[in-house]
């Protein structure tokens, strides 16, 4: 994980973000909404405009951070993102219409793991990115990575977990105890899966970016 000097300097360093999304970084502060932090998703957006995707799909949309700021970067690409709270998911639509967004967004209500069908309508993408309920990430990975176009990319969040993934076991709470061991688990998985190449940055919260293979020869 990056210092916190570190993680100052790269700040200091970027361009200042639009009014609104201030205000969203504001108010997800102050509500202890989690979204992803400054360093951490310039480095997913930076991945993204390499990858020029048209389609991303998006599980875990809080108050719609992420997606905006990809809509706003990507301003081609369209973006289905999927949140089972009602009060983020309202939140969400009430920021995509303050930025403008709402003709790349296609914001659905519902537990990932219960509208599979409904995201198929949108299918396929070319990038998904992972940022809800962490003890679920290998269930979001198996169901979503079939609409998932050929070398297309898997971006998981917090699979560094405020650094306890490389702690040892002496975590007191045993709810934290057992969320740390799922991503533990889904980290090796998830580097052992032979379909895809995958890379952990230490930076944010740990980002896996995952590239799927082409056939082989």
Not at 90 to 107: D, S, V, W
Not at 128 to 148: C, T, V
């Amino acid at each position: 994980m990056l210092s916190h000097d570190i993680i100052r300097y790269l700040q200091d360093l970027m361009p200042k973000r639009e009014t609104v999304i201030q205000e969203m970084e504001d108010y997800a502060q102050e509500h202890r909404v989690p979204i992803m932090d400054a360093v951490g998703i310039e480095v997913v957006l930076h991945v993204l405009r390499l990858i020029q995707p048209t389609r991303i799909l998006e599980i875990g949309t809080a108050i719609g951070y992420s997606a905006i700021r990809m809509a706003l970067a990507l301003p081609n690409a369209t973006i289905v993102t999927v949140e089972r709270d009602q009060e983020r998911y309202e939140n969400a639509l009430f920021y995509i219409e303050r930025t403008k967004t709402a003709h790349q967004i296609h914001a659905l209500f519902g537990d990932a793991l219960e509208v599979s069908s409904e995201v198929e309508k949108y299918a396929p993408f070319d990038a998904i990115f992972i940022d809800a309920a962490k003890g679920q990430y290998q269930r979001f990975f198996e169901m979503y990575e079939p609409f998932l176009a050929p070398r297309g990319v898997i971006i998981t969040d917090n699979v560094l977990f405020k650094g306890l993934v490389a702690a040892g076991d002496g975590i007191e709470n045993k709810r934290i105890r057992s969320l740390v061991k799922k991503i533990r688990q889904y980290n090796q998985w998830l580097m052992q899966n032979e379909a895809y190449d995958t890379v952990i940055l230490p930076v944010g919260d740990g980002i896996a970016i995952s590239r799927k293979r082409g056939e082989k020869q």
